[in-house]
């Protein structure tokens, strides 16, 4: 059975940071592309980071770039969403999510197979 428990999120004042950890169990994590993908009530889910199997290609949202860094530890089976200059927009419910070796749309939600329960963001101004 494949989880994916993210934890790290919380409440902070902007300008602060967080970092989000996502432990995977029950895949290959080493043959897993990684995505950070985040929703806010009412709105659709949007793709904030990813990651390749080795780590060694990463994308991210425009709105992001500079401020989050994806990154992973396949020993540990966890990928990491280190969240930098946190603004009040990015408050939002945060998502973990896992695909298969290669994909196309690192970004986009359709190219994953398993999520995680979410964890929670709010940044305060």
């Known amino acids: 059975q494949v989880q994916l428990v993210e934890s790290g999120g919380g409440s902070v004042q902007a300008g602060g940071s967080l970092k989000l950890s996502c432990a995977a169990s029950g895949i290959t994590f080493r043959n897993a592309y990684m995505g950070w993908f985040r929703q806010a009530p009412g709105k659709e889910r949007e793709g904030v980071a990813a990651?390749?199997?080795?780590?060694?290609?990463?994308n991210y949202a425009d709105s992001v770039k500079g401020r989050f860094t994806i990154s992973r530890d396949n020993a540990a089976n966890t990928v990491y969403l280190q969240m930098n200059s946190l603004k009040p927009e990015d408050t939002h419910m945060y998502y973990c999510?896992?695909?298969?070796?290669?994909?196309?749309?690192?970004?986009?939600?359709?190219?994953?197979?398993?999520w995680g329960q979410g964890t929670q963001v709010t940044v305060s101004s």
């Open positions: 990651i390749s199997t080795g780590g060694g290609n990463t």
């Open positions: 999510a896992a695909a298969g070796a290669w994909i196309r749309a690192p970004l986009e939600s359709r190219e994953y197979s398993y």
